[in-house]
T-cell receptor, first 114, second 117 residues
Framework: DQQVKQNSPSLSVQEGRISILNCDYT??????FLWYKKYPAEGPTFLIS???IKDKNEDGRFTVFLNKSAKHLSLHIVPSQPGDSAVYFC?????????????WGLGTSLAVNP | NAGVMQNPRHLVRRRGQEARLRCSPM?????VYWYRQLPEEGLKFMVY????????ESGMPKERFSAEFPKEGPSILRIQQVVRGDSAAYFC???????????????FGPGTRLTVL
């Protein structure tokens, strides 16, 4: 059961344009979301997060939007740069009984073309 | 402040041998998480530990896998009698604060790539 879904396995954009990465979730108990970026042969690095009390969080070129009614969030990168080429993971903490873990999407591979 | 350290970076084992993966969290971090990434797949949670305690091991296979985070020293993920299907990248992460139940921003190590021949 994939509680966090990233339905686009890959995305290709031109340098300077906007990249939009999407994430859907099914568990209405999720109230905090994180985006991570991963380069090949490296561990993921934290990018940006958002709490469910907000619908937007911005950090430089990165903005995350949350639509709770649609159970959907998106990461916008503007302007996209070749160094942004990586796999992007959406994740949400699950805290239920004895379970305390991050639930991860399968990732979207972003390619930014010069 | 050094980041999360994992060693070895690459580990080759033959079927039936034991694999020991080590993780030293960032200084001051008492929450450690282990993940596995199979080829062409996303990250799968395995286990969440605090010092000397296993908090959530719901992602860990019931047999052959164990994890510990002793009071002193690194966290260890141990795989006994490895099989080819254990070949994967194993990532360790740590976090400092009890945000979102300890599951806020996690800092990842570079991973250990296990190959079972």
């Amino acid at each position: 059961d994939q509680q966090v879904k990233q339905n686009s396995p890959s995305l290709s954009v031109q340098e300077g344009r906007i990249s939009i990465l999407n994430c859907d979730y099914t568990n209405s108990m999720f109230d905090y979301f994180l985006w991570y970026k991963k380069y090949p042969a490296e561990g993921p690095t934290f990018l940006i997060s958002i709490s469910s009390i907000k619908d937007k969080n911005e950090d430089g070129r990165f903005t995350v939007f949350l639509n709770k009614s649609a159970k959907h969030l998106s990461l916008h990168i503007v302007p996209s740069q070749p160094g942004d080429s990586a796999v992007y993971f959406c994740a949400a903490p699950l805290i239920a009984g004895n379970n305390r873990k991050l639930i991860w999407g399968l990732g979207t591979s972003l390619a930014v073309n010069p | 402040n050094a980041g999360v350290m994992q060693n070895p970076r690459h580990l080759v084992r033959r079927r039936g041998q034991e694999a020991r993966l080590r993780c030293s969290p960032m200084k001051g971090h008492s929450h450690v998480y282990w993940y596995r990434q199979l080829p062409e797949e996303g990250l799968k949670f395995m286990v969440y530990l605090q010092k000397e305690n296993i908090i959530d091991e719901s992602g860990m296979p019931k047999e052959r896998f164990s994890a510990e985070f002793p009071k002193e020293g690194p966290s260890i993920l141990r795989i006994q009698q490895v099989v080819r299907g254990d070949s994967a990248a194993y990532f360790c992460a740590s976090s400092p604060r009890f945000i979102a139940g300890g599951l806020g921003e996690q800092f990842f190590g570079p991973g250990t790539r296990l190959t079972v021949l």
